[in-house]
């Protein structure tokens, strides 16, 4: 399965990492960091949870592969599909 990143966040990490290191170190997080700047990139997918089979199910909006869901348990642990890795966060506005 494809799994996506935040290249972003990543590059961030990179220079968080490169404070007090070696000049071998630094070199090696810039070479990191030219790879990960040449990857292509992908439109991640959003989607959302439907109530699709029953309430002990969920159902996601872009692959449609349902889920059990065990009692109690709470489908904003989910912030992605499992499945296809859409993203079910609500998207922000502004």
Request: include cysteine; aromatic fraction near 8%.
């Amino acid at each position: 399965m494809q799994r996506l990143i935040d290249a972003n966040a990543l590059n961030k990490k990179f220079e968080w990492l490169k404070n007090g290191q070696g000049l071998k170190d630094v070199l090696f997080l810039n070479g990191a960091q030219a790879v990960v700047d040449g990857m292509s990139t992908v439109e991640p997918k959003r989607g959302e949870w439907i109530h699709a089979v029953n309430k002990d199910f969920r159902t996601c909006s872009v692959c449609r592969i349902a889920m059990g869901m065990i009692e109690g348990e709470e489908l904003s642990r989910f912030k992605f599909c499992p499945f296809c890795g859409a993203d079910m966060r609500k998207e922000e506005k502004g």
